[in-house]
């Protein structure tokens, strides 16, 4: 008799996902979201725990929500845009804590640009994603950690958030080592507030500085900021990483519209936009709001 009733085995064939299946032997074949044990005398069909996992992930979120969030998006974008006359930015979808499978809900609306703020998480997903992907990262790197980072994910576009001149020759190091170029920014405290990283307003250019001078293998690109503690950015916050441009622009001789400003995220990526972002990172306004673990 076989293991699995009828109904459900119906409900299998008509799954995009399940192979067909073979009789005899007690052979093994793995799909791509289940076990399925092949007997002599009928099949049975065995749920492995990640599958289960991401089922649950997938049942919880509608199929639409991240293709809604990210046209969304893009549409305030262009408006924000439009109205100040500048340049759209690079929008970087900000993937943080969620699931593979709404990264790729994004990917397949066109979308090529992804953030990052562990090390561990965007080893994962840039393991199993494609290759086109331009991943960002944008979180806090301890130097200890960017062998790791680097030799984990080698389609890394930009790492947004180097601090320190440690940083910055270790980064230097690993990539010759590594034999390629990596783009970075600058990232600067602009709100003063303790608990944030990044370099104060007054040392950004010397930190830039060090980067052009001293570390062949990266690439200066800009400066970045947070900005206040509610992931927000007062007009000052902005003014301030603007002026950072300016300065960097006329002691390293670098034209200002070649430095990059990443500055705005879900609350506030509209009024970045308008003081002249070129670079934005936006997390739950596309994938919905995070759910960390207790």
Known sequence: KSFAPRPMMRALRGHSLVRRLTSGGGKETRGASRNVVVGGGGERVRMSSASAQQQEASASVPESLVTKGLVDVRKRVEEAAKKSGNKPPRLVAVGKTKPLEMVMDAYKA??????????????????????????????????????????????????ETVDTAK?????????????????????VNTSGEESKHGVEPGEATKLA???????PALKFAGFMTIGMPDYTSRPENFDCLKECRRKAAEELNIDEAEIELSM??????????????????VGSTIFGARIYNK
């Not at 965007?122 to 200890?144: C, M, R, T, Y």
């Not at 500085?209 to 570390?215: G, L, R």
């Not at 995220?265 to 990172?281: K, L, P």
Request: glycine share 10%; with cysteine.
């Open 110 to 159: 066109g979308h090529r640009y992804f953030g990052e703020n562990y090390v561990q998480e965007v080893i994962e997903k840039a393991g199993k994603a494609p290759e086109d992907i331009k991943w960002h990262f944008i979180g806090h790197l301890q130097s200890n950690k960017a062998k790791a980072l680097l030799e984990g994910v080698p389609n890394l576009s930009m790492l």
């Open 167 to 187: 940083l910055a020759d270790r980064l230097n190091r690993l990539c010759g080592e590594l034999e390629r170029t990596l783009k970075v920014l600058v990232q």
């Open 209 to 215: 500085a060090h980067i052009v001078s001293n570390c």
């Open 264 to 281: 705005g995220m879900s609350g506030d990526f509209e009024a970045a936009i308008e003081m002249g972002s070129t670079n934005i990172r």
